[in-house]
């Protein structure tokens, strides 16, 4: 596990403050999320929906603030949530990450002090990412 920086502790403040943001009536469990890219912090919060599949991660909606704003090499991913001990992404979220940056630096906390820092790397192995496609021969078997 990397050692926790004082930009990390920055980063996952930002997440914690925006957690209030969330719209989750359903699970009633809070997210929040920051992305930290070309030097900007972009937030995002869970979305959720009646039609339950339909909502989003907040780890997804500040993925989608940066690439919105024009930037898609991303440093690092911030969240916290609601649990006791640091919330950890989602399997989608963790593939939906690794698009931007396989080796992302992920720093997680929760309703305690309590934080802890890995890279996407550790969390997916192995991802599938777009090197997959370009291995294609353009054959139909
Ligand atoms: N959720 C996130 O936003 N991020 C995570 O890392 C874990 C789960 C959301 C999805 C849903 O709105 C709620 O938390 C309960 O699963």
């Known amino acids: 596990m990397p050692e926790i920086t ?3 502790l920055a980063l996952l403040a930002f997440a914690r403050e925006v957690k209030s943001k969330a719209y989750a009536p359903y699970s ?3 997210v929040g999320a920051a992305v930290f890219a070309g030097g900007e912090i972009f937030q995002g919060v869970n979305v ?3 039609a339950y599949g339909s909502g989003i991660c907040a780890e997804r909606a500040a993925a989608m603030a940066a ?3 024009g930037f898609t090499d991303f440093d690092a991913i911030a969240v ?3 649990s006791e001990s640091p919330t950890v992404p989602c399997g989608a979220c963790r593939q939906f990450l690794a698009e931007f940056n396989p080796d992302l630096r992920v720093i997680m906390g929760g ?3 309590a934080v802890m820092v890995m890279t996407l ?3 997916l ?3 599938f990412v777009r090197g997959y496609l370009d291995q294609d021969d353009g054959g139909d078997e």
């Open 121 to 123: 790397e550790e969390l």
């Open 67 to 69: 690439v919105t704003a």
């Open 80 to 82: 916290v949530g609601d």
């Open 6 to 8: 004082q930009a990390d």
């Open 48 to 50: 959720e929906n009646a």
């Open 28 to 30: 009633d469990f809070r």
């Open 125 to 127: 192995p192995e991802a």
């Open 111 to 113: 309703r305690t002090d």
